[in-house]
């Protein structure tokens, strides 16, 4: 039987804004009852990166908040530290860049938790028994937590094809070293005829693996190396690109496999929201959001999140993408990651979700 993934357009009008359209599908979604009075209710979002404008607007999450409470349950906002040197590689510098970008308390109504802690090191081991790993390293605040409720925007991916509820479970609670373990197969490759010998991926490399010669051309140390990717996305001139240790399905399916331990202990506890809109080609975590690859379509909540995914992507790419963006030249592609990302079959992570049991690629749109 497909599940059921709930839809709202983007439209608005008196007695009609887009925050109250929002609560309508929490309820039409069936969300109020995975909630009891009591509940620690994780509210897994991406607090952005500093510089970065793609992520989910606060007063979104408020009217989560919000109906939580009125639930009964006791609400807070939750993701796990990077493995990339930025703005959100420990909980002092993670907090700090929520706040000023719109997450604070006094916005909120709920309190900001960490979910690995300090430094990525408070984390749970979660058996899962599965292809790539018998066990996932989950940050603790989300495994304690009674219930999820993962609000996630809906964007492009460098290494997924596509960023939505799977990788914002999935590589989005993994502590630290989870991130490091999902990131494993993959290794950068410098375009010397393209690089610019600027450093830049040298000082944010977190591993000390990149450095730049004299004959100012950066090179990698690929014993040194943790396949984090950050060197890729901080190059200004896109010199340095993903090598594959392994197929680039394995991200995907890595990725999938720590979904599903977050989801262990979830059953009947846990649902699912994207946010089309601002489908920027690549993740929040980027310091910067570019110009979005088609124009802004809706919200979609489920509680089946591969269901969620499928629905998301393919209303994406219905679209006609947008001329003053990535995908210039290739609007009508009629696959608008693959388009931008060629190199990446964002199907895999789909596929690999349903096999392994954590929801249905069959879905029934239904529009409130």
């Known amino acids: 039987m497909p599940s059921k993934v709930y839809f709202t357009d983007m439209r ?10 929002l609560e309508k599908l929490f309820e039409a979604a069936g969300m109020k009852e995975l909630i ?38 006791k609400p807070f906002l939750t993701d796990a530290n990077t493995l990339y040197v930025g703005s959100r590689a420990n909980a002092v510098d993670h907090l700090q860049t929520a706040i000023e970008n719109g997450f604070a308390y006094a916005v909120m109504d709920a309190p900001l938790v960490i979910a690995d802690g300090l430094n990525g090191k408070d984390y749970v081991t979660v058996p899962v028994g599965l292809k790539h790993f018998k066990e996932v390293k989950i940050g603790s605040a989300i495994v304690h937590a009674d219930a999820l409720i993962a609000i996630s925007h809906f964007k492009g991916h460098e290494a997924t094809g596509f960023g939505g ?63 984090c ?98 995908i210039a030249g290739k609007e009508d592609s009629g696959d608008i990651f693959r388009a931008v990302h060629p190199r990446v079959d964002w199907r895999v992570q789909l596929a690999y979700g349903e096999a392994i049991g954590l929801g249905s690629r069959k879905y029934e749109l239904i529009k409130i």
């Open 165 to 227: 509820t799977l990788k914002n479970v999935g590589m989005g609670s993994g502590s630290r070293s989870g991130k490091q373990m999902m990131h494993s197969d993959v290794l950068p490759s410098v375009n010397i005829g393209k690089c610019l010998g600027c450093s830049k991926c040298s000082q944010w490399c977190p591993a000390g693996a990149i450095a730049v010669g004299e004959d100012k051309k950066a090179a990698v140390d690929e014993k040194s190396c943790i396949g």
């Open 36 to 73: 009891k009075p009591g509940d620690l209710v994780a509210l897994k979002i991406h607090f952005g990166e500093r510089g970065n404008t793609g992520y989910i607007r606060p007063q979104f999450t408020r009217r989560i908040v919000n109906r939580v409470k009125e639930l009964g349950g």
């Open 12 to 21: 608005a009008e008196h007695g009609k804004s887009l925050l109250n359209k």
């Open 229 to 326: 990717g950050e060197c890729t996305v901080t190059c200004p001139v896109q010199a340095i690109a993903i090598n594959w240790k392994t197929k680039p399905d394995m991200i995907q399916e890595k990725i999938v496999e720590y979904a599903a331990g977050v989801l262990k202990n979830k059953a009947g506890k846990a649902g699912f929201i994207n946010f089309v809109n601002n489908v920027s080609p690549d993740c929040d975590c980027f310091g910067w959001t570019d110009a979005p690859l088609v124009r802004d379509i809706g919200m979609l909540a489920s509680l089946d999140p591969v269901a969620l995914d499928q629905a998301s992507v393919d209303l994406v790419n219905k679209e006609r993408g947008l001329p003053n963006s990535r």
